[in-house]
């Protein structure tokens, strides 16, 4: 059962909008914010209880920052949707005592970072995580000015902020290929979604020899055999994350939506929407490894029935964990605001975190989810046992 679960109705446009609190941790729960039509309290709920498990994933003894417990929010509304822009202003003002109390958050899909700071700014929200800089070394404003200093790094024409989480996918995908004797240079990959998370997953892949051969957005699949010029897809995407389809050589296939899933790779990344691969999908994969940057993409019959086919799935909890260590790591002074900082200890956390999750699932015939649960809830129980979970971040800090 959740911690806290709240429901907000828009008086002017009657959509909802939620926060579910999964649990706290030193009186905090961290998890990003998604805007998308449809989406349900259900959905944020599962959210929600990802979070909690992903936080302790890549933490270990010695950080400074100790992971919070999970939470998540959700605006059911299409971000395209004229209207979106001041319901995510009202949803900031119906939910401010929750976001200053307990709830520290941040982009997800349907809503970039620097919309949410500029939402949040004139709501009177001075970030959207400070209730966990509250425990920050130095407090709030330290870990702001340090928040400040990391969102202002670009690299290559794209800010640090929107290319952690997709690195960290990338990372995630390298070790799973080197788990299974494969080689980056050999292999495709396919990737549907390309905002944040698919847009930085396709170049680091790419910039790491893998050909990517496919990626999907809203509009629909764009495909090439001989691989696609992402750095030019990436920097002229629209800010919702859609390709801009003049940019497309004459060899550059569209095909329709559905087609991701049983492109030719090897590689298969769902960083879109949750809940898009289910088991009537499984026979139509023909990819050896799916690496999970969206929350909830496969269904648990359809993880069973990918690992009966010998593929290996690496968790989203796992594989996407990369823009929320990098922010509080940033933000409790674990790494310096710089992208080699991050890329440096997010690939030296990551890859033999993954290896040793594949590890263990083979040697205990269990999935690799299975295996990272198991890793997830005993550092949680460790983290337990050393500190408060629902006591108020304010009456810690006082
Ligand atoms: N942004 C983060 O830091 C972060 C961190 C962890 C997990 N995630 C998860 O990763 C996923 C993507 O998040 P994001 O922040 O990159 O979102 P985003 O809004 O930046 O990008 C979403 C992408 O999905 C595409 N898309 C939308 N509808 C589609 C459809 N029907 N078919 C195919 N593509 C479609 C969009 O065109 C866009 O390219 C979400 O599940 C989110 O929960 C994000």
Known sequence: MSYLEVTWTDDETGINGYI?????SRGVAGGGLRMRQGVTIEEVRDLARGMTLKDPVLWQEGDLYVPFGGGKGGIDCD????????VLRRWARAMKPVIDLCFATGEDFGVRQDLIDEVFAEEGIRSSAEA?????????????????????????GVGLGELVGGFGVAEAALAALDHRGMKPSESRAVVQGFGSMGGATARYLALAGVRIVG??????VIYNPNG?????????????GVVDRAQLHAADLQL????????????????????????D?????????????????TSLDAEEALRARGITVVPDFVANTGTNQWW????FGDIEPTAQSAFTMLSSRMRPTVRTILASADRDGISPREAATRLSLSKRAELDSRYPRTINAVELVE
Not at 20 to 24: F, I, K, N, P, S
Not at 215 to 220: K, L, M, P, S, V
Not at 228 to 240: C, Y
């Open 20 to 24: 579910v609190v999964d649990r706290l």
């Open 328 to 331: 509080w790591w940033v933000c």
């Open 228 to 240: 696609l010029e992402v750095e030019t897809l990436l920097l002229t995407r629209d800010s919702h």
């Open 256 to 279: 329709p939506s559905a087609q991701w899933l049983s492109c030719d790779a090897e590689i298969l990344v769902p960083a879109a929407m949750s809940y898009v691969i289910d088991v």
């Open 79 to 86: 971000p395209y949707d004229p209207r979106a822009r001041d």
């Open 281 to 297: 999908d499984v026979a139509n994969i023909n990819a050896t490894i799916i690496v999970e940057a969206a929350n909830v993409s």
């Open 132 to 156: 966990g800089y509250r425990l920050a070394p130095g407090g709030v404003e330290a870990a702001l000015a340090r928040q400040d200093a990391a969102f202002a790094v670009r690299v290559d």
């Open 215 to 220: 990626i999907a957005d809203r509009e629909g």
